[in-house]
Each structure stands twice: as C-alpha cells, then as structure tokens.
C-alpha cells in the first residue's frame, strides 16, 4: 500500500508541477502581447513535441526562454531613441537617395 501510495503522489506532483508551469507559460504569453495559441505552438517547437506531452523540464526552458523574450521587449521599450542624425540617416527618398537636410 505504501508503494502505491508514493507512486500517485509523485503522478499527482508530477502532474501539478506540469500544470503550474503550464499556466505560467499561457501567462506569461500573454504578457507579450501574444494569443494562447501562438504560445502552444511556440513550445510545441521549442520541445519537438506536443504541447500535453511536455515534460516539467521542457516547459521549465520554454518559460525561461519566454521570461528572456519579455526582457528583450522591456529592454527595447526603456532604450532612447536614436539620435537624430542616424535617423536622419536611415531615412531614404523614393529614388534610393537619401535625404539632404
């Protein structure tokens, strides 16, 4: 009885733990501006296998990667723009030249 007793607790954490992490993959998803599904796929990519087939390790990497995403998004949001003269300068006239200012 013991044994089976620790088997369907480490099913039932095992389970949970997917779960969690699971949410917080949707979350932080959505927290990037993107649709759930958009999400799925991007895991199911990341680990090379169905989304109810990822393992807690697997989600754990796709939330870390999601995490980098949104500080990449939060870095670019805070960084100044560029200065006026290379803005100047990547602006370009219809014929391919660019701007005399």
Request: aromatic share 6%; with cysteine.
């Amino acid at each position: 009885m013991g044994f089976n007793h620790a088997v369907a607790t480490a099913t039932l954490d095992d389970r949970g733990q997917r779960a969690a992490l699971r949410d917080g993959v949707l979350e932080c998803g959505r927290l990037i501006g993107w649709a759930t599904r958009t999400t799925i796929v991007f895991a199911e990519r990341l680990a090379r296998r169905p989304w109810k087939r990822c393992t807690p390790a697997e989600l754990s990497w796709v939330l870390t990667e999601l995490r980098s995403i949104r500080r990449a998004y939060a870095m670019r949001r805070h960084t100044p723009p560029a200065h006026r003269c290379v803005r100047r300068a990547l602006r370009v006239r219809r014929n391919g030249h660019a701007h005399r200012d």
